[in-house]
C-alpha cells in the first residue's frame, strides 16, 4: 500500500493505487530482467503516485479545499489520475493537453468527468500556444484552482521516491543492480532512482529518452509520436545527478519492440514501455549474470490500440 501522507483521507479506489507487481521478463540474456507493471495502478499508470500525492500534499498547505478545481498540462496519464482522484475526492478537473494524446486516454479523462483542453503539439515550451503555458494562464484565471504543475513541481519525484523506490528496492530483496525508466518530466526516474541510489550508490539509474526531445536534440526538437516519454522541457524534476546515463529511442524501435513485448511476452504496454524495453536490450552486453535490471511499463497497450500500433 502507498505510504500514506499525514492528515491525507484516502478513500475507495485511491487506496489501491501502487504496490503493483513486479514480474520477469525472459529476453534471452545473462542478467535478469523484471517488469514493474505500474499499468495495473487502478488509473492506469505510475502517475497515479504522482497525482495523488501532489494533491494530498495541495490538501496538507491548504492550496486545494473542497469545492476547488485541478488544472493540469498532461500527456494523458497525469490528467487520467487527477481526473480518477477528482472524481473520488469531488474536485473539477480541467486538463490540458497536446492533440497527439490517444483516443483512449482522452476518453478515460472524460470517463472521470475531466473537463479537456486541446493544444496544438508545438515543439517548444515557450510557445504560447503548448499545453503547459495554457494550463498556467487557465489556472491564474480560476479562484479556488490548484495547478500540480507535474514538470516543475519537486513533489513528483517525491512521490516516486517515496513509493516506487521502496517498492522496487523490496521487490528485488535488494538484488536491483540497473534500473530503467522512460523521463517525460524525469520525476519517475529520478525520484525511485534516488531512493534506490540512497540503498545502494552502485545501482545504475537509467532515464529512457526519445531520440528528437528537446533535451536530446539540445534544443532543436523534431515531432515524434511516443506519448508521455521525451524531455521537452528544461525541469528540475529531472535530477542529472541521480541519472547515470540517458538511452534514447526512436518511435520505429519503441514501437517495434512494444509489438514484441506484447505478442512474444504477454505484456500489452503502452510506447513508453516499448521505448524502455528497447533500452534494456540495448544495455544487454553490458550486464552480467549477476546483475538484475527493473524496468518500469508506465501504461497498458489499451490505451493505444486505436493508433493502430498493434496492427
Ligand atoms: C506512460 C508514461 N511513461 C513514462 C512517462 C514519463 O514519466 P515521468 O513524467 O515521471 O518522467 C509518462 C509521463 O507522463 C507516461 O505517461
Redesign the pocket.
Known sequence: MMAMADGAVRLGILKAVGSTPLVEVDFGFRAKVFAKLECLNPGG???DR?ALFMVEEAERKGLLSPGGTIVEC?????GASLAMIGAVKGYKVIIVCSRKISAEKLDAMRAYGAETVMCPDTRLVTDRRNSHSVANSLSRKISGSFMPN?YYSLS??EA?YLTLGPEIWAQTGGKITHFF?????????S?AGKYLKEKNPRIKVIAVDAATSFRATKGRPKPYRL???GLDFDTP??DAGVVDETLCVTDRQAIGMMRSLASRHGLLC????GAVAYAVNKHAEKMGQNDLAVM?M??SGRAYLSKGYFR
Open positions: 499508470s505510475m502517475k504522482s498532461s500527456s494523458g496519464n497525469q507535474q513528483n519525484p516516486h525508466a522512460a523521463a517525460g518530466t524525469g520525476g519517475t526516474v525520484g506519448e508521455g516519454i524534476c529531472f503502452g510506447t513508453s514501455s518500469v508506465g501504461d
